[in-house]
């Protein structure tokens, strides 16, 4: 059997987040049943996604790369990176992925789980919420559309920016806090609402933080609730060991 | 700056949760202020360490070393394992730490926060809860030894057999629910609350399910509640990065 690699550090939490959801999704009832795992968490050669989308920063795909390389060294033969902003094709494909290595793509994953979800004849929509460096690079767009079912929903930009703001600010961020503030969690239902009231029949939470907000929920106003970690938490038992996927 | 390096898998939720411990005590309100981190899970490679101290099954120390290397090649220059029974002489002793990396001991780092506990001239007696193979061997009891302001209580046989059931029943334990159920709740409660009305100052939950029971709380019955698992995180940060610690 094969070993999971986990890209953590994009942020920390989400590292750990991604992990804990692999071992959610694993049939166990004894520490030896799962399967085993490799997380590198580094901040330190991986430096801001959006930074360097918008604003000119240093690339974090050679950060990526040699996690990538660390990981396999340790033997891990799937790997995935749980930043839907790193998933940008100007990040991911400057990646180099080991020889031997699998690596799946978060934003793939979300999009094929997404198009379980269509029904009838009209296209069904599918909201997007995210940093403005996943919303303004069209990460999950290049994606979509391969879908011709699905219908991309992103919100105006107030909202959007006003979304951002909910990740980064340094004040009451979910980054700088590591928790949801009670205006986060207002301006980011409010946005969920927003994409509900114009026929979203699920919304992509698309930022490993975002998750955090609808803890133990599973739909919001109607729409169902998409935690692409938790897709590729899913994708990652799948491919090593499906046999144990819950 | 060098980098942490977590022993996980034992179990699987043990290692992200000390990982989780680490990124809460460090300073940070970037993901780049974070410290650099590996870990590794690696249920195949470490069997049961109670199974090994109480019924015979296999040593766990050649797969603790074989993960310890696998950090040291990533770039780990101070590591810990965050399983408490572990750190059992018969298991540790075997353990091999790779050259020009600092092992951090998550008992004697208990015992060492336990001792600031102490005031005035009895001494203090100080609580354990854990599993079978931790009370058995009495891998706190070598640490406590060396502090003679502390003492150490441990619950009669029936309360430690009954703790100990909570952690691996495979109906209703931690390790096969991922999650507290009622009964395990107040088995767990009942046996602080045994401690507690004995005068502890506080009580080591020595099994990292254990601390599950009360999150969020600080205090039970008047008892401190001391998690060894957050306790090593501290100690983890503190000495990789003295000016991170929170």
């Known amino acids: 059997m094969g070993a999971i690699g986990i890209v953590g550090g994009v942020g920390p939490s989400a590292g750990t987040d991604l992990a804990s959801k692999v071992f959610r999704h694993t049939k166990a009832v004894k520490d030896q049943d799962h399967i085993d795992l490799y997380l590198t ?13 918008l604003e000119g920063g240093d690339d974090p795909a050679p950060g990526i790369s040699t996690c990538l390389k660390k990981l396999a060294s340790c033997g891990a033969t799937v790997a995935g990176i ?13 990646v180099e992925i080991p020889e031997g290595m699998t690596f799946l793509n978060m934003i793939e994953e979300t999009c094929r789980e997404a198009a379980t979800l269509h029904e009838g004849t009209h296209r069904t929509k599918i909201g997007l919420l995210g940093t403005l460096g996943t919303i303004r690079t069209g990460i999950y767009k290049q994606y979509f559309d391969n879908y011709k079912d699905l219908e991309l929903v992103v919100p105006p930009g107030d909202i959007c920016e006003a979304v951002h703001d ?10 700088a806090l590591s928790s949801v503030s009670k205006k986060v969690d207002g301006i980011i239902r409010g946005a969920v609402d927003w994409l509900a009231d114009r026929g979203c029949r699920a919304v992509i939470l698309g ?13 919001f106003h109607g729409a169902i609730l998409c935690d692409p970690t938790d897709i590729l ?13 819950i």
Do not use: M, W
Not at 82 to 94: D, E, F, M, V, Y
């Open 207 to 219: 930022c490993t933080e975002l998750p955090l907000v609808f803890e133990g929920e599973t739909t």
């Open 166 to 175: 909910c990740i980064y600010n340094k004040k009451y961020g979910i980054k």
């Open 41 to 53: 968490s580094c901040p330190s050669i991986i430096p801001d996604r959006t930074g360097f989308l």
């Open 233 to 245: 938490a899913k994708a990652l038992v799948r491919a090593t060991a499906p046999e144990k996927l």
């Open 82 to 94: 749980g930043c839907n902003t790193a998933h940008s094709p100007q990040i991911l494909r400057n």
